[in-house]
């Protein structure tokens, strides 16, 4: 095994140095506490953390601390999450620490990762190099099984390679799982026979730890082509236990919710980056990393590092297809393509459903925008001869 080693950014209180900041980081992950012990025996002093190069940086510093192979566990990601990411957030005299990211050496990456990464699913969808289009299910509670098989026919009627539940349907007495999977999966090989596209639905299997390996089961006896797990409030080893089920065998779609939590302070809390490293290794073929024109609070350099994260060489582990959601509509297609590239998922709820001639039309317009986007053509240029993008960009102009 091999070392993981941890870039933080963080700004000590007033009359705290830099280099105690960073010392107490690293002793408090590793064999320190606050005051000295004498059960600090020597021969465990090799498990201490390294501190690296402190370097200015805005109101604060940044440095990395090598965290030894020996203090892991290996492939038991809660206990790494409790040393490069534990206690370090409430030490007293640091104002503010933010995890900025992580580097694992091969050793201590036993695990697979995605089974079917970004070319995988663009094997199934049928796609070779555009953007792929995916819709959530709106209202994101509250239609019945047979309303909702209806919204995600037309959707895929309409053009859409995915579609999948929003975060907080789950298996609702108005929505039962049992029912509503097996009627979009009845309409989707509807369309399928019609247009002889693989539309993929994400049915959201979130639920209790101990319960969702079963729940994903079922679902595939179902006919469940893909799964959804929100991946902060099911835990990261919810993802790993799914994926490495030798029963299951369809791409899992890994949504965010709650992240904002953690990741939105710039000076506090856990960058995006890490959670995409650990969402790839851990078996997640797709994951929601936000948008440059959406409605949700983003960092352009930021997300584009997050995407490189889920797409860049990483040992043998498969990429997976980052996800551009929340806010985004056909006027906002030519952005997210022109400074995100084309391995990614261009996922519209209101975008789509919000067209004013219906879902249908959504996604058509959705299509063409994307259409659009890889042709080089300006979106307001397509659109005199595609009526529903024109209809889109009329109600929410060109982000």
């Known amino acids: 095994m091999a070392d993981i080693a941890a870039t933080y950014y963080f700004r000590p ?10 010392q107490a980081i690293a002793e408090e992950q590793t064999t320190g506490t606050w005051t000295d012990i004498s059960t600090r025996q020597s ?14 940086h805005g109101a604060g510093y940044t440095c990395t ?39 694992f050496s091969q050793g201590i990456v036993p695990f697979k990762g995605p089974k079917f990464g970004i070319d995988g699913i663009r094997k199934l969808a049928g796609t070779v190099d555009r953007p792929h289009v995916g819709t959530i299910i709106k209202p994101k509670v509250g239609l019945n099984p047979a309303d909702t098989a209806e919204v995600a026919y037309e959707a895929a009627t309409g053009g859409v390679d995915l579609i999948k539940d929003d975060e907080t349907l789950t298996d609702q007495k108005f929505c039962p799982l049992g029912e509503r999977l097996p009627l979009i999966m009845e309409r989707l090989d509807r369309v399928k026979s019609e247009t002889g596209r693989n539309v993929l639905y994400a049915v959201n299997i979130s639920t209790a730890g101990d ?11 179902m006919g469940a082509n893909m799964l959804m797990i929100d991946v902060i409030v099911c835990g990261f080893d919810a993802v790993r236990a799914v994926a490495e089920d030798p029963g299951i065998n369809i791409p899992i779609h890994v949504h965010r919710t709650m992240h904002a939590a953690i990741t939105r302070n710039p000076e506090h809390g856990i960058a995006m980056r890490p959670l995409c490293r650990l969402v790839r290794m851990l078996g997640g073929d797709q994951l929601h990393t936000g948008t ?34 929340g806010g985004l509509h056909p006027g906002g297609v030519h952005k997210e393509v022109s400074m995100l ?10 975008g789509i459903h919000g067209h004013p001639d219906g879902t249908r039309a959504g996604a058509m ?7 659009a986007a890889v042709l080089g053509i300006p979106p307001a240029t397509y659109a005199m001869d595609h009526p529903e993008l024109k209809r889109a960009l009329d109600k929410w102009g060109i982000a």
Not at 211 to 221: F, H, L
Not at 295 to 316: I, Q, S, W, Y
């Open 211 to 221: 319960r969702i390996v079963e729940r994903a089961r079922e679902a595939v006896r």
């Open 43 to 56: 021969y465990v002093r090799y498990l201490d953390g390294e501190i690296g190069e402190i370097k200015p």
């Open 65 to 103: 601390i090598r965290y030894p192979a020996e203090i892991f566990e290996p492939g038991n990601i809660p206990q790494y999450l409790s040393v490069f990411a534990g206690n370090l957030f409430g030490l007293s005299r640091i104002a503010a620490v933010r995890l900025l990211d992580i580097s």
């Open 365 to 371: 317009a959705m299509r063409q925008a994307v259409d």
């Open 292 to 325: 440059v024109s959406g409605k949700m609070e983003h960092d352009v350099t930021e997300l584009r590092g997050d995407n490189l994260a889920l797409t860049e060489p990483f040992f043998d582990l498969k990429q997976t297809f980052p996800v551009a959601s």
């Open 13 to 22: 209180k007033e009359g705290v140095s830099p280099e105690w900041a960073a």
């Open 341 to 350: 590239g084309r391995d990614i998922i261009l996922q519209a709820g209101g």
